[in-house]
Structure formats: structure tokens, C-alpha cells
């Protein structure tokens, strides 16, 4: 079995406005596959986690695995507007249940990426994506001779994922698996996380934050009338890092604007939070990947989780 899926580029196709030439191109016209040769200008890499094994082990609906190929073909029709290339780098799955060998393959697809000048963007699959994610980050970083760097992780999500890892990793374990690599390599666990639900997250969970030195915000603080508040929290945060990585789950929108996951949220952050957030990490030239996770194509509604998704695609890469 080769070590990653190969690059489909039949999902890259839709509308064409021919009488209004190079100003009516979409993401179709434009996407390219990824030449793993190293040849490449420099510029935003897709990579799929087809995965949804952690879900299934924290005990949420799945059907995460088919997001990646879902976000593409709402990506597909998307109006063009980005000055730099895109690849699409394929996918890695995890179809034997392995979670622990498919967090290896996605690391190192990061971590090729990287290497190569590019700005990784990973669709997931379930949040367990965050744990490959961040070990590419990680990897790339101590390749370079950069690991001294601190690495800032900023999540938008409903939920800490803090829970302990027992016996077997899940979609609910990814932070505190990277808070026991940080320790085990001597670096520091710089984890913020916004749009917690108090409901939706145990004392246990908060305690643990607090023990980690997270810096979270309540989805009831993150409102439009907040925002400069929540700007300056983030300046202070990113001042302190090296690098960021942005990790985006999407159970931290409203219900109904995300409909299409495990756990709907009963009050969310809005969109009109989240943007702003997204533009200020991006302005910082500190950003040096980014995923969306959770959305489930199985649970949507006329796709409009996927329209959604697609939106922060956009919002990530302009």
C-alpha cells in the first residue's frame, strides 16, 4: 500500500465565465497537484486527513473521513482571489485504524511541506488531526535547527481536547498529547484556546487548563462587542510566540451556521468573531499552519457547513 493516497485532481472542476477571461477564475482553474520533487513556488499546500478513527474513539457520531473531499468540491467553485499558488498534496487516511501510524504519515507530509517554503493547510477529519498537525510543525521545526522557537498553538473550539490519554488516542486527547511531547523534548506548551463552552467541558478539564497554563475565553465573551478586547488578548499571546499554529474546529460555530458535525454548538462564536481573529493571526507573519476539523458531510444541511468551511479556507489563505 503506498504511503499516501495519490493526488485525485478530478474533484477541481466547475462553472467557467470565459467572456469575463482571467477575472472569472475559481479555485478550479487553479489548483494544482503537488510535485513532491521539491520544484514548486512557494505557496499554500491542501492536505486531506480522511479520518474520523478518533471521533469513533471518543464516542461522537462519524463521518469526519470525507470532509477533506466534501471542503474541496465547495472549494472547487470558489471565487479566485489569491496571489500565490496552491497544491493540492492528497490525502492521508486511516482506513485500518490506526491513528497512531496516520498521525506519523500526516507529519511527515507537513513537515515535507514546510521544508519546501509552503503553508501547509489540513483538512480534517476529526480533531485528533491537531496531534499530526502540530508533530510536522514540530519535526520541521527541529530539523531546521529551530526547535528552541516557542510555538504558539491557537484553537478556536467549543472543547479544551485535554482529556488524558489511557490506553488509545482520540479526537478529545490531542493537546494534552502535545503538552507530554512538549515536556518529554524540554519546550514549552504554549496553548490558547477560544470559544470554550463551559457546558460542554468538566471541571476536570478546566482544572487541567489552569494546571497547563491556558489561556482560554468562554464562547459567551467571544461577541463583536468584545473583539478589541479579544485582539488585545491575542497580541499579548502571539508576542510571546516564535511561531503559530491555528487549529479550527468547527463544533465552535453556531449551530446553525454548523450544522455538519458531532457536537452542534448550543451558542457558538460568530462568524463575525471568528474572521477578524483569523486576519489578525494572519497579519502577524507568525502563522505557519493552519486546520479546520470536525466537519462531518454526513450530518450537513444543503452544505452549508461545507459553504462554510470553504469561506475559512478562503479566510486562512487570502
Given at each position: 500500500?503506498?504511503?499516501?493516497?495519490?493526488?485525485?485532481?478530478?474533484v477541481?472542476?466547475?462553472?467557467?465565465?470565459?467572456?469575463?477571461?482571467?477575472?472569472?477564475?475559481?479555485?478550479h482553474?487553479?489548483?494544482?497537484?503537488?510535485?513532491?520533487?521539491?520544484?514548486?513556488?512557494?505557496?499554500?499546500?491542501?492536505?486531506?486527513?480522511?479520518?474520523?478513527?478518533?471521533?469513533?474513539?471518543?464516542?461522537?457520531?462519524?463521518?469526519?473521513?470525507?470532509?477533506?473531499?466534501?471542503?474541496?468540491?465547495?472549494?472547487?467553485?470558489?471565487?479566485?482571489?489569491?496571489?500565490?499558488?496552491?497544491?493540492?498534496?492528497?490525502?492521508?487516511?486511516?482506513?485500518?485504524?490506526?491513528?497512531?501510524?496516520?498521525?506519523?504519515?500526516?507529519?511527515?507530509?507537513?513537515?515535507?511541506?514546510?521544508?519546501?517554503?509552503?503553508?501547509?493547510?489540513?483538512?480534517?477529519?476529526?480533531?485528533?488531526?491537531?496531534?499530526?498537525?502540530?508533530?510536522?510543525?514540530?519535526?520541521?521545526?527541529?530539523?531546521?535547527?529551530?526547535?528552541?522557537?516557542?510555538?504558539?498553538?491557537?484553537?478556536?473550539?467549543?472543547?479544551?481536547?485535554?482529556r488524558?490519554?489511557?490506553?488509545?488516542?482520540?479526537?478529545?486527547?490531542?493537546?494534552?498529547?502535545?503538552?507530554?511531547?512538549?515536556?518529554?523534548?524540554?519546550?514549552?506548551?504554549?496553548?490558547?484556546?477560544?470559544?470554550?463552552?463551559?457546558?460542554?467541558?468538566?471541571?476536570?478539564?478546566?482544572?487541567?487548563?489552569e494546571?497547563?497554563?491556558?489561556?482560554?475565553?468562554?464562547?459567551?465573551?467571544?461577541?463583536?462587542?468584545?473583539?478589541?478586547?479579544l485582539?488585545?488578548?491575542?497580541?499579548?499571546?502571539?508576542?510571546?510566540?516564535?511561531?503559530?499554529?491555528?487549529?479550527?474546529?468547527?463544533?465552535?460555530?453556531?449551530?446553525?451556521?454548523?450544522?455538519?458535525v458531532?457536537?452542534?454548538?448550543?451558542?457558538?462564536?460568530?462568524?463575525?468573531?471568528?474572521?477578524?481573529?483569523?486576519?489578525?493571526?494572519?497579519?502577524?507573519?507568525?502563522?505557519?499552519?493552519?486546520?479546520?476539523?470536525?466537519?462531518?458531510?454526513?450530518?450537513?444541511?444543503?452544505?452549508?457547513?461545507?459553504?462554510v468551511?470553504?469561506?475559512?479556507?478562503?479566510?486562512?489563505?487570502?
Open positions: 500500500m503506498d504511503k499516501f493516497n495519490p493526488v485525485d485532481m478530478s477541481w472542476q466547475g462553472r467557467q465565465d470565459p467572456e469575463d477571461g482571467e477575472l472569472a477564475l475559481r479555485w482553474d487553479k489548483v494544482q497537484p503537488w510535485p513532491q520533487a521539491g520544484s514548486a513556488a512557494p505557496g499554500v499546500a491542501l492536505v486531506g486527513f480522511a479520518c474520523d478513527e478518533g471521533v469513533r474513539r471518543n464516542k461522537g457520531r462519524v463521518g469526519a473521513a470525507g470532509a477533506p473531499l466534501a471542503v474541496r468540491k465547495l472549494l472547487a467553485n470558489t471565487a479566485w482571489h489569491l496571489g500565490r499558488p496552491v497544491y493540492d498534496g492528497g490525502d492521508v487516511n486511516c482506513e485500518d485504524g490506526d491513528l497512531d501510524a496516520a498521525h506519523g504519515r500526516l507529519a511527515e507530509r507537513v513537515a515535507s511541506l514546510l521544508d519546501e517554503g509552503h503553508f501547509p493547510l489540513v483538512l480534517g477529519g476529526g480533531h485528533e488531526v491537531a496531534f499530526g498537525s502540530w508533530s510536522g510543525l514540530n519535526r520541521h521545526l527541529l530539523q531546521q535547527n529551530a526547535g528552541r522557537g516557542r510555538v504558539g498553538i491557537i484553537n478556536f473550539d467549543a472543547h479544551f481536547d485535554l488524558m490519554k489511557l490506553e488509545q488516542a482520540s479526537s478529545g486527547t490531542p493537546f494534552f498529547q502535545i503538552a507530554e511531547q512538549c515536556a518529554a523534548q524540554g519546550s514549552a506548551f504554549t496553548y490558547a484556546c477560544l470559544g470554550v463552552a463551559e457546558t460542554a467541558n468538566t471541571r476536570a478539564l478546566f482544572a487541567r487548563a494546571a497547563l497554563g491556558v489561556w482560554h475565553v468562554l464562547d459567551e465573551a467571544m461577541t463583536p462587542a468584545e473583539l478589541p478586547v485582539l488585545s488578548g491575542l497580541d499579548a499571546f502571539i508576542a510571546r510566540c516564535d511561531h503559530l499554529y491555528l487549529t479550527i474546529d468547527l463544533d465552535v460555530l453556531p449551530a446553525a451556521v454548523m450544522p455538519g458531532s457536537a452542534p454548538a448550543a451558542r457558538g462564536v460568530e462568524l463575525a468573531v471568528i474572521e477578524p481573529l483569523i486576519a489578525h493571526i494572519r497579519a502577524s507573519g507568525k502563522l505557519r499552519l493552519a486546520d479546520l476539523a470536525e466537519y462531518n458531510p454526513t450530518l450537513d444541511q444543503d452544505n452549508r457547513s461545507a459553504r468551511a470553504a469561506r475559512l479556507v478562503h479566510q486562512l489563505t487570502k
